[in-house]
């Protein structure tokens, strides 16, 4: 089964919200980096029965080309002759024309010429699910910047033009490497009989879809983590000191490296070398080149975008570590391939304590920044902040220049800058929500006041189940005047979503206005502000957030966008447990303030609509008002045409010669008539046909008083903002 191809769609003041229903449970989401020859984008997610993969948006398949396919999926292969028709034709072996026809397919869809510039929002193109038999937990794709398919041939990789790479790991500690076509498949090539005769036909691994999977063995556990990247051969030269070992390697092939931890013991850490010609030849098997046993697991791991052999470490509580697979820690190193038996552990950057324990703070998420020279880290108590490696900043200077060192005492790393996201106080005073109305310290034992007295109100046990995570995007270079990139980050729930649009001028922005003075992160220009995304718990309808990710918005005309004020660089893909939500910032007029009511916003399909809990599209079919006076007042006699030609006309020998009956209905009745006559109304409303329960959407009516119910909550709570309130002491 697919994913559902038509999403709802709810508009509020902040953002446009698409949630689309899967049937099946979601592990994690992966947004490919490089888009599919026709503009689509590419998303990944794992589910318990494997990997699907959704084309969103581009140019759609031919219509015409369809329905030929549905009527003869012999004749066409979406408007082309089929390839092996005459193989088909010609072949006296009944049994062996599946396989040959199974063998010679060729994927060659038709699109249209342009986008329909009418559709409201970006629809699914196609989907596509790899059975794996069993579930797949987590995804990783290469740490490229957001391109085009014709852009994407990065250091002379001409693969990333055709074909997406990316890594995968299952519940029964198997890792594999995918290579898969950009081109989505043709309704015709998920239509071929010989993919009905079995159901284990179109399984991942059999090659009907042109996928490729290579096995990375050597794990006794599931992973816990996963990370790939893309390194050219002068990598490998520069950290090798082997002159044998240089000769060996003296073609410029690329090669993929994929890193993953399992929680063997107390953590072990592998890395494979696949070179992507090697890729493309489905069932290898490959051996770890490194395995390193560690004294505590980690908890995320993440490549360089730079120095591809630099892997980012989190060993939350105790800190973040630089890991460097081609430094080898002991120089004489033997081993045969173009790496060491073991790398090196570079450097340690250390989190603040949890006060007043002394414990540190657990640290949810750590990923690089500014393309590799920075980390921005996330704790568990709200806090965030930006260690400076290598001089970002444009004040002061790196962590580890020589004016000072950024490891002071207790062994502490200092944060160049920092700050807390908005509303996780609670999680640093938890005593504070629990204040009782009374003063009296006898209270009842009921079950919310027991679950308050086994709690803790200090140490890090308190903050051990928060949950959280960082995306960093980088933003292409017509997208911004700088390579700039975009930080999206979560804590807890959906209700703590912040997006940065752009973390250099964010970081710069902070610098200058002094970022421990009580600085509001949720005011200025939008680059250089931290947003926060409001009302995203209804879009995913109960539903616990998962995880997050993050689209680049591209134009659509295959360009990619501007970041003016037309709302956030990117979008961002909300996981939740069988939900995914893509949530897009509306284009604001400037000046507006985020967050709030807005007058005047650029609706879906460039008309001006008033903004509502929830927009439908299509809108379901509803009856034409019809209004009914139930008033109680007295009923006027005059109308308007009499009046107007009584005070028009001169008077006239007709006029005069009127009877006293043709004059009465213009005379008011001496005595008005208070009481029922609105039953003549409610006597018409009874007899209009009421609407079927058939054509009644009882979700998106449930849905609107939740919303009606939201707001008014809002406008209660916002009494008094502009009122200064004054305390004097007595």
Request: contains cysteine.
């Amino acid at each position: 089964m697919a994913a559902t191809t038509v999403p709802r769609v709810r508009r509020t003041a902040q953002n446009t919200q698409y949630t689309y229903n899967l049937p099946r449970r979601i592990h994690t989401v992966q947004t490919y980096p490089v888009l599919s020859p026709q503009g689509a984008t590419i998303l990944i997610y794992g589910h318990e029965n494997g990997i699907t993969i959704i084309w969103r948006g581009g140019r759609k398949f031919k219509p015409e080309v369809n329905k030929d396919a549905e009527r003869d999926p012999a004749a066409k292969q979406n408007g082309k002759p089929s390839v092996d028709a005459v193989m088909i034709i010609d072949s006296d072996d009944e049994d062996a024309a599946p396989v040959g026809m199974g063998e010679s397919f060729v994927n060659q869809p038709q699109f249209e010429d342009d986008l329909d510039e009418d559709d409201p929002y970006p629809e699914i193109t196609q989907t596509l699910d790899l059975e794996f038999g069993t579930a797949v937990h987590h995804v990783a794709a290469l740490p490229l910047t957001p391109c085009t398919a014709e852009d994407a041939a990065w250091g002379g990789t001409e693969i990333l033009r055709d074909r997406m790479v990316f890594a995968a790991s299952c519940a029964t500690r198997e890792v594999f490497l995918i290579t898969l076509p950009l081109v989505p498949p043709s309704p015709l090539s998920k239509a071929r009989p010989e993919l009905q005769e079995s159901l284990l036909a179109g399984k991942a691994g059999n090659g009907k879809w042109g996928e490729t999977m290579t096995l990375l063995t050597g794990q006794l556990k599931g992973s816990d983590s996963l990370a790939i990247t893309l390194i050219r051969s002068k990598t490998i030269l520069d950290g090798s000191k082997s002159s044998d070992r240089s000769r060996s390697e003296s073609r410029a092939l690329p090669r993929v490296v994929v890193a993953a931890h399992s929680p063997e013991a107390s953590g072990a850490l592998r890395l494979w070398d696949v070179p992507l010609e090697d890729s493309s030849k489905t069932g290898q098997r490959v051996e770890p080149f490194q395995t390193e046993f560690l004294s505590r697991p980690l908890t995320s791991i993440s490549f360089n975008p730079t120095h591809s052999t630099q892997l980012l470490c989190n060993a939350s509580p105790d800190a973040v570590r630089i890991y460097d697979y081609v430094l080898a820690s002991m120089p004489p190193d033997d081993s045969d391939g173009p790496f060491p038996s073991q790398g090196s552990w570079l450097v340690s950057f250390y989190a603040p304590f949890a006060r007043p324990s002394s414990s540190r703070k657990p640290i949810l998420a750590a990923s690089w920044i500014a393309h590799g020279r920075a980390i921005f880290v996330l704790l568990a108590d709200g806090q965030w902040g930006i260690w400076d490696i290598d001089g970002v900043s444009p004040q002061g200077p790196a962590l580890f220049g020589k004016p000072g060192s950024g490891i002071r005492g207790d062994a502490l790393t200092e944060f160049n800058i920092s700050g807390y996201v908005e509303g996780t106080s609670p999680l640093r005073n938890p005593a504070s929500q629990r204040v009782s109305g009374g003063g009296s310290d006898f209270v009842p034992m009921t079950p919310h006041s027991r679950r308050d007295a086994l709690s803790t109100s200090s140490g890090p046990e308190r903050l051990a189940p928060v949950k959280g995570g960082i995306v960093v995007t980088p933003l292409p270079a017509n997208t911004t005047t700088t390579n700039d990139e975009s930080v999206a980050l979560w804590i807890g729930s959906a209700e703590y979503i912040f997006v940065i649009p752009g973390v250099l001028k964010f970081w710069d922005a902070q610098i200058r206005r002094g970022a421990g003075g009580g600085v509001n992160l949720f005011s200025g220009a939008q680059p250089t502000r931290m947003v926060r995304l409001s009302d995203l718990s209804v879009g995913l309808m109960g539903e616990r957030c998962t995880g997050v990710n993050t689209i680049v918005r591209f134009v659509e005309n295959g360009g990619l966008g501007s970041s003016g004020n037309e709302g956030l660089p990117v979008e961002l893909v909300v996981c939740g447990e069988t939900r995914l939500v893509i949530v897009r910032e509306s284009d604001t007029v400037v000046g507006t303030r985020i967050g709030g009511v807005v007058g005047r916003r650029k609706g879906l399909g460039g008309r001006t609509r008033q903004s509502s809990a929830i927009v439908v599209y299509p809108r379901p079919e509803q009856p034409s008002s019809v209004a009914f006076n139930l008033s109680v007042g007295p009923r006027r006699k005059l109308s308007r045409p009499g009046l107007g030609g009584a005070f028009d006309r001169t008077a006239s020998t007709e006029d005069v010669t009127q009877t006293e009956t043709e004059r009465k209905p213009l005379e008011l009745p001496s005595r008005p008539r208070t009481g029922f006559e609105f039953a003549d109304s409610l006597n018409a409303a009874a007899d209009v046909e009421q609407q079927e329960e058939d054509d009644r959407d009882v979700e998106v009516e449930m849905l609107d008083i939740m919303e009606i119910d939201r707001e008014l909550d809002a406008l209660d709570s916002g009494r008094g903002r502009g009122r200064k309130k004054v305390i004097f002491d007595s």
